[in-house]
């Protein structure tokens, strides 16, 4: 059974930034298709960003590409989300998912595994 456990949430000022990290465990990391998910109040989830398991494609939604950044670190097991120029819209909880062998996560119905989200608030 796969983990994740995301963190570094919290509630920063518009223009500032964040760096999200999801650490896994109970499975090989190397072998997962990561996926940032974001899910405001009153919303439905929704795709940020993904990566793929081969660590060479990295896919964007349009409301973050230029702002938003993810990365894996095989070593660590962990993959991160920097947010950067960070606006109101933004505020949501964000989880990241899971999928072996996977190449763009960026469908909730092909993730696999889910942790438990984070909260990022941006104030005006």
């Known amino acids: 059974q796969v983990q994740l456990v995301e963190s570094g949430g919290g509630l920063v000022q518009a223009g500032g930034s964040l760096r999200l990290s999801c650490a896994a465990s109970?499975?090989?990391?190397?072998?997962?298709?990561m996926g940032w998910f974001r899910q405001a109040p009153g919303k439905e989830r929704e795709f940020v960003a993904s990566?793929?398991?081969?660590?060479?494609?990295?896919y964007y939604a349009d409301s973050v590409k230029g702002r938003f950044t993810i990365s894996r670190d095989n070593a660590k097991n962990t993959v991160y989300l920097q947010m950067n120029s960070l606006k109101p819209e933004d505020t949501a909880v964000y989880f990241c998912?899971?999928?072996?062998?996977?190449?763009?996560?960026?469908?909730?119905?092909?993730?696999?595994?889910w942790g438990q989200g984070t909260q990022v608030t941006v104030s005006s």
């Open positions: 998912g899971a999928r072996r062998y996977y190449t763009n996560l960026n469908s909730l119905k092909h993730v696999s595994w």
């Open positions: 990566i793929s398991w081969t660590t060479v494609n990295t």
């Open positions: 109970g499975g090989t990391f190397s072998t997962y298709g």
